[in-house]
């Protein structure tokens, strides 16, 4: 009788929900500079923190994200989120606040001339990204259900100075402080939006460019939009690390 009591229980018990994540953002979500990336724009790679946690959860994946992306692209790629995801990621506002020029100008012009274009970065972040951040929020906040959870991870410093560098200590100086202006104004809207926001910049530390064991790629020549982007290493220990902590 126990046992008949038993299964008659399980057979009216609802069936449990396969977690499926639905991972939005641009080419640090992608997984560009993971390698294996496609060859058509959006860049993406098995080997980005995404799909690393779907395999290690056994979940469905949806991948929105696209190499490039700004505010404007991922409000448009919330609409990807489906009634059954249970996890939402998004990583987004570098490409907004200028990345590639900041890099670009921080690779061939001078100390100056860096620090002058950093300096504009971080002014964007401050006064004009909070705007574009909550509207991409609204977006995903009016797709998801309530059940679904929702991740903001953020962007780590790039460089470390424990060994010799290409790039002046000044630039590296310049180009973590608005590292550090991203992860601040991101995490703040996203907590504001009730996410929640995983700061990447504590698992990413030490292992930026010109560290012994970098988790980010330096300069690279072919293909060049590898540049400054988390390799294999820096998904694995560094995003899908923070990522775990942050759903656990």
């Known amino acids: 009788m126990r046992m008949l009591a038993l299964a008659l229980l399980m057979s009216v018990l609802p069936a449990p929900v396969a977690p499926e994540l639905v991972a939005l953002g641009d080419s640090y979500a992608a997984g560009l500079g993971a390698g294996d990336e496609a060859s058509d724009d959006c860049r993406r790679s098995p080997h980005a923190y995404p799909g690393l946690w779907a395999g290690r959860h056994g979940a469905s994946l949806v991948v ?14 919330a609409e990807r989120i489906t009634p059954t995801a249970t996890l939402v990621t998004i990583t987004v506002g570098g490409n907004d606040a200028g990345f590639s020029e900041v890099m670009t100008r921080c690779t061939l012009g001078d100390d100056d001339e860096c620090g002058q274009r950093v300096d504009a970065a971080v ?46 200590g000044r630039k590296r100086e310049a180009v973590n402080r608005a590292a550090d202006a991203l992860a601040e104004v991101t995490g703040e809207r996203a907590r504001a939006a009730g996410f929640r926001f995983a700061d990447v910049r504590q698992p990413f530390d030490g292992h930026g460019v010109c560290a012994d064991e970098p988790w980010l790629n330096g300069l690279v020549l072919v293909p060049v939009d590898r540049s400054y982007h988390p390799n294999r290493a820096g998904h694995e220990a560094g995003y899908l690390a923070a990522l775990t902590a942050a759903t656990s």
């Open 123 to 168: 002014r964007f972040v401050r006064d004009e990204l909070p705007a574009r951040l909550d509207g991409v929020y609204d977006a995903v906040r009016a797709r998801r259900s309530s059940a679904a959870r929702v991740v903001v991870l953020g962007y780590p410093r790039l460089f470390s100075f424990r060994t010799w560098c290409l790039m002046s």
């Open 64 to 77: 929105a994200a696209c190499a490039g992306a700004r505010t404007s692209e991922v409000t448009a790629q």
